[in-house]
């Protein structure tokens, strides 16, 4: 916080109090003023009506200086750091945010996807580096248990080579996540929570410990105050900041309706890797999964961490290919293979019988048999036959 | 059989009988002399020793004539037609094969892969129009019980669209697709088995009654005459026709090592569609498949029969996308969500104050609550409040 000064950090925490998050119109005031004078004007009335409306709704007519104070005592009292884009601390990759156009009446959201004003932070991890080394994960509440040990041994996997894993704070997906990165954070791996809510405020009730435990090693983040409610449309608005702070997102279950393909949307429309994990084709859990990796050309079908991190990590760590045990016969050609396969199981054939049936010349079929003998693929008899078995 | 003079019959099932198939010396062999002269160059010995050596092997002295008469006997008594490339019944798209060129150094299977020289059949029905309304479907023969769900579905589904199912004989996926596609015959489908042995010897024997069944409505195909042993290389090289018989191929099941795989690459090769049905991550039987989605730009996942007929069938068969049920909240658009949202659950709030929490102007409140109420989104009291419930 010490790194900004007070005036632009109260700006920057008025403008995010004033605004639900998002806002092209906000944005393009701060981009031309500054954020001092764009809260200027918006609390002298100097501003259009979509934007002076919205303003003049929340703030009711109280002091903004007394709200200001009343936000910074919130962010002392509860330990929470504020981090604002003039922050040494801000992850330059939530600027990538305003080069991403969304159309506003194709979007199941209809909102305007711009950067945030500020972050509440709970944690002491550095956010500037996250997106370096971080990878999000998302998918449904309603996860499958083979979805909830995906997200988990991804994310593990992620963790325990030292990478951060980023999801929001939902049961399902997101929490199985969270649970399979911190089994990992000894490896110096860690988790981060985007929540939809203020950071004080634990949603769902029952993940209050998982917080607390993400709190340890990594970072709890919102764009909303303390107390903010989980709104139904924060969660969609929200999942633009989980794309953006990542290397890439990674869709591990979603059905045909989850919203945690809006995540990846965004994450495509940032031009981040996008990887999508297969399931069952019978489950309608997995529609989504399988309707992205049909249809979208840059999606990546990932079954693993190391997968993971080569389609999203820096170009050169790859994964290995599963090629599956290697079999005696593979180290035949394809001659001596028709050779092998024409030689009767026991009582011997003769070279040149062998040769007919596996329809090679008697010349190169003489030339092979001993070595194939020698080498252990056939029996040969006492009086120069071939057999598979002695 | 009738369609194609004798001496040309005789030609194509002699070279067919002489040579292991797939041959590209043979078949340049063909395409510069006629079969009927390449045949007789083969045996005046007018040949280099790689055509010389295997045709002598084979014929181990015999009389060609003796051993032409014996293959036609065994065709009649058999009921077997035998269809070379000049029959009206050839299937063109075969041709196609001696366009593909295959780096036999890097290929698993090491051989060329030319097209037939003649086709044993079972079964009454054209092979001519096959390829146009034909799918191939391989997979493991070792599959689990969720690939031979996914294989039986599909090919039911084609072929209750009137589609063939084309697929080998083996355990496991080939047989799933053929009795998936049989329970669909009624509407018009049928099944293809292509056997890498003489269609007089079920292989394996337990599939006798499969193939009895197949030959009702479909046929029965190989490459190779009456009796002759279904070889391991064999396989492979039969692959080829499989893919190139069908207008795209279907792969449901295949560890990191399954021959299917290189079914697919033939048909890639073909510049055929490739189609692969996904699976859990964490089952070894389906490495192949995610392996070849993962990294095969022009493979497409499938998960039913109507997203494969759009893959290989005629532009404009387009399936159905998967959308999930409509629910209550889709028909509200975002300010409207953000006031449902923002509003008291009961004990109404003042439109001002859900303005404020939602971050909505109040002029814009006020014209849209009235109507979110009219519409039973929210209950409007008697003093002009709005909560959820009534």
């Not at 303003?55 to 936000?71: C, I, K, Y």
């Not at 760590?317 to 001596?336: K, T, W, Y």
Request: proline letters at 6%.
């Amino acid at each position: 916080m010490t790194d900004v000064d007070e005036a632009t950090l109260t700006a920057r925490l008025m403008l995010s109090w004033l605004f639900e998050p998002g806002s092209k119109a906000v944005h393009f005031l701060v981009a031309k003023h500054g954020p001092q004078e764009a809260l200027n004007r918006v609390l002298r009335g100097l501003v259009p009506e979509d934007l002076h409306g919205p303003a003049a709704s929340r703030l009711q007519g109280e002091d903004p200086a007394a709200v200001a104070e009343r936000l910074f005592a919130d962010a002392n009292r509860l330990g929470v750091r504020i981090v604002v884009p003039e922050s040494q601390d801000w992850p330059s990759t939530l600027d990538d945010l305003s080069r991403i156009s969304v159309d506003t009446k194709k979007d199941r959201i209809e909102r305007d996807t711009f950067p945030p004003h500020a972050l509440w932070v709970r944690g002491t991890l550095p956010l500037m580096d996250l997106p370096s080394r971080a990878v999000s994960i998302v998918g449904a509440r309603a996860a499958s248990g083979y979805g909830l040990h995906m997200a988990a041994d991804i994310a593990y996997g992620l963790s325990s080579r030292g990478w951060t894993v980023i999801s929001g704070g939902a049961y399902g997906i997101d929490a199985a996540a969270h649970r399979g990165a911190l089994a990992g954070t000894e490896f110096g791996g860690s988790t981060v929570a985007v929540l939809a809510c203020g950071v004080d405020r634990p949603y769902p009730v029952a993940h209050q410990g998982l917080f607390e435990q993400i709190v340890q090693s990594g970072l709890l983040i919102s764009e909303w105050p303390p107390s903010a409610h989980p709104y139904r449309n924060r969660f969609l608005i929200r999942n633009r900041v989980i794309a953006a702070l990542s290397r890439g997102t990674v869709l591990v279950e979603a059905s045909a309706r989850s919203g945690a393909r809006f995540t990846l949307r965004r994450a495509r429309e940032l031009g981040r890797p996008t990887m999508v994990v297969p399931g069952p084709a019978t489950s309608a859990n997995f529609i989504g999964n399988h309707e992205i990796l049909r249809t979208e050309v840059t999606a990546r079908l990932v079954t693993n961490a190391a997968q993971v991190i080569e389609d999203a990590g820096p170009i050169g760590e790859f994964a290995e290919l599963a090629r599956g045990p290697i079999r005696p016969f593979d180290h035949l050609s394809s001659v001596e293979q028709q050779l092998v396969d024409a030689a009767p199981r026991r009582d011997g054939a003769l070279a040149s019988q062998i040769a007919a049936e596996a329809g090679i010349g008697l010349r190169e079929a003489l030339a092979i048999l001993p070595s194939l003998a020698v080498r252990g693929y056939l029996h040969r008899t006492a009086d120069g036959r071939y057999c598979l078995l002695t």
